[in-house]
C-alpha cells in the first residue's frame, strides 16, 4: 500500500544558472510522479512536493546530488495522497517574495546578515534567562496565526509577505528596538530573510528559529511555547502535534472554536478564512490550498 509523504525544505545559496536548476528539478519530479511546489531563484530553492514515500526519497536522493543542495535540512510529514493539485517548478527573483531582491544578500553560508539561529532548546534557554523581554514575532500572513501561534507572539496585520517592509520602514515596530527578538515561521525560510531585513533596519537583537515551528513542533508538541495547530500550504491546510493541541482559532461568521482554514470561493483561490464546519460555504472541493502552495 502507498504511503504519501510531504518533504518541505530550503537552501540559501547563489545559484548562477536558476533556469538550468528549473529544469532538472522538474524533470526529476517528474519522472518520480511528485506534486508540489519548487521556487528557484539565484538566491537558492524553496521547495514542497509530495507522493508516496519510495518516489520521494527517489527527489531527495537525487536533490542531494546537487552540491550546494546536499546538506538541506529536510523535513517530513505525513501526507494524503492529493495534497497538491499540480507540479509547479519556477524561476522567480526571490524564493520568497518580499519585494526587495536586492536587499537579500546570500552567499554559500545562507542570507548574509540574518539573525541568530535559536535550536527549540537554546529558544527555551533564551526564555528562562530573559523572561517576558523576550518578544516572539510571527513572520507569516496574519490569517496563519489566528489558528497557532507562540504564546503572546507579535503578529503582524499583514496578508502577504510584501506587507512586511514598508511596516518595518514606516516605524510600526520600533519600539521592539532594544529588545531580544525571535522570528518564526513555518520551516524557518521566511525568517532567513525577515530577520536580515529587520537587523538592516535597526533591530540589533535578533533572532531565527531554526528549523521554524515544525521542528520545535517535532522537539515539545505541545508542552512547550507553541499554542494551536499550525498553518500548512497543500491540501490538508492545518495540522497538530498532538492529540492534546488546543484549539484558539475562532470561526470568522459564528465565533465558534475551530483551527479550519478554508479558500472562499472569491475567483482567485486565495482568500483564506478560519471557518468551523456549519458556518464553511464552500465546497469540499473548493476547501483545498492555494495552488501557490506558499506564502507571499
Known amino acids: 500500500m502507498a504511503t504519501p509523504k510531504i518533504v518541505l525544505f530550503y ?9 538550468a536548476i528549473r529544469l532538472w ?3 526529476v519530479c517528474e519522472s518520480a510522479g511528485l506534486r508540489g511546489r519548487i521556487i528557484v531563484s539565484s538566491h537558492g530553492i524553496n521547495a514542497t512536493v509530495g507522493g508516496d514515500i519510495r518516489d520521494v526519497k527517489r527527489y531527495v536522493r537525487a536533490t542531494r546530488t546537487y552540491p550546494a543542495f546536499r546538506d538541506a535540512d529536510i523535513k517530513w510529514s505525513d501526507g494524503r495522497g492529493d495534497d497538491f493539485p499540480r507540479l509547479s517548478v519556477r524561476v522567480r527573483p526571490e524564493i520568497v517574495t518580499f519585494g526587495v531582491p536586492d536587499d ?4 554559500e553560508s545562507g542570507v548574509v546578515g ?7 532548546a537554546e529558544l527555551h534557554r533564551l526564555v528562562e534567562e530573559r523572561g517576558d523581554d523576550v518578544v516572539f514575532f510571527d513572520g507569516r500572513n496574519a490569517i496563519e496565526a489566528q489558528i ?18 514598508p511596516l518595518l520602514a514606516g516605524g510600526a515596530f520600533d519600539h521592539l528596538k532594544g529588545k531580544p527578538i525571535v522570528t518564526y515561521c513555518t520551516g524557518g525560510v521566511r525568517c532567513e530573510v525577515l530577520s536580515a ?13 531554526d528549523g521554524g515551528i515544525v521542528r520545535y513542533g517535532e522537539e515539545y508538541g505541545d508542552d512547550g511555547l ?19 493541541s488546543t484549539v484558539i482559532g475562532r470561526c470568522g461568521v459564528c465565533g465558534t472554536p475551530t483551527s479550519r482554514v478554508v479558500n472562499l470561493p472569491d475567483g482567485d483561490g486565495r482568500d483564506l478564512a478560519v471557518m468551523c464546519d456549519d458556518c464553511a460555504v464552500a465546497t469540499p472541493e473548493e476547501q483545498t490550498a492555494s495552488p501557490e502552495a506558499f506564502p507571499s
Do not use: N
Open 197 to 209: 531585513l529587520m537587523r538592516s533596519r535597526g533591530f540589533d537583537e535578533v533572532y531565527q528559529l
Open 114 to 120: 540574518g539573525g541568530t539561529r535559536l535550536s527549540p
Open 148 to 165: 497557532g501561534r507562540f504564546r503572546d507572539a507579535v503578529v503582524p496585520d499583514v496578508t502577504t509577505t510584501r506587507e512586511f517592509v
Open 11 to 19: 537552501v540559501f545559496t547563489p545559484l548562477p544558472d536558476p533556469e
Open 25 to 27: 528539478q522538474q524533470s
Open 226 to 244: 507553541w499554542e494551536g495547530s499550525l498553518y500548512v500550504f497543500d491540501k490538508r491546510m492545518s495540522i497538530d502535534f498532538s492529540p492534546e
Open 104 to 107: 537579500v544578500v546570500v552567499d
